[in-house]
């Protein structure tokens, strides 16, 4: 039996029982097609030949197939077995195992075998550890930077609650997009994400901005979860008083019956309404879509996010001129 197995196995107590037990059938824009390109297979032989995990996986994200084919991965550190159970998540909750101290010299030898232009790295939460897991993290970007200096970086970091200086130190890595997902509003924080704080997820995220101020903060959403559309009018602002640039929002999607369950699906012409309102509160970059997801076509975005910036810092240039 695999850890992530025995983990559940220990642990059932942790199983999230939706409201509903039938699980709402998936709309036609929902759908996506099975991963079966020789570059997916391959991607797979690498992460289990180096003793990777990938958020792709573990987390069963719908855009595997496609992301994989075009060789973007999100690589998963700290391990496979998560301190917390968060009612949307399918990564495993359990006791973790001790760190692996050669994990961050694997994932740079991926990166450069693959030949990312673009590599986004996650984390499991590590309650356990004295630092969150912000050392690794430290260490992976170092060792990226060693194998594939061509690389640009992106770190989907936890909230490192009461972890203090533990998210200045990644900050301080200079990893090229800093993002931290809020995931949904804050009254569905008691069921959907009982171990996190929203205020202090949002406080995270400003100081980063705090330490570097020429750093790119991110942050994503799950809709479909029974939240308002006040309500996320309301994060957005919230978002952008912390100075967030690029906020993507996707449809949640309910991994097993034991997980919180699907409100309702929520269509591509309101995803469409959420994106143009957030341009209209200033974010710089905005990903919106029922398959959108924090890594998805990172470095694409990325690059866009970066041209943005750009367009802003001379449109604030000639304004100031013509004052």
Known sequence: MSDIAAARLRH?????????????????????KAPTSPEYHKTRKL?????????????ACPNIGECWAKKHATFMILGAICTRACAFCNVATGLPGALDPHEPERVGQAVAALGLAHVVVTSVDRDDLDDGGAAQFVATIENIRRAAPDTTIEVLTPDFL?????GEAVVRAKPEIF??????????YPTIRPGARYFASLKLLARVKEIDPLAFTKSGLMVGLGESIEEVHQVMDDLRAAEVDFLTIGQYLQ?????????RFVTPDEFESLKKMAFGKGFLMVSASPLT????????????????????ARE???????A
């Not at 992460?47 to 987390?59: H, I, K, Q, Y």
């Not at 970066?306 to 802003?312: F, G, I, L, Y």
């Open 12 to 32: 059932p107590e942790k199983a999230h029982k939706p409201d509903n037990p039938v699980r709402m059938r998936k709309p036609a824009w929902i759908r996506v």
């Open 47 to 59: 992460m289990r030949e180096l003793g990777l995990n990938t958020v792709c996986e573990e987390a």
């Open 162 to 166: 009461r972890k203090k200086g533990a």
């Open 179 to 188: 993002n931290h997902n809020l995931e949904t509003v804050p009254r569905l």
């Open 255 to 263: 991994p097993t019956p034991k997980h919180a369950s699907v409100a």
């Open 293 to 312: 997801r924090s890594s998805y076509f990172a470095g694409d975005d990325f690059v866009r996010l970066k041209v943005a910036r750009e367009c802003a």
């Open 316 to 322: 604030a240039q000639t304004g100031d001129a013509d």
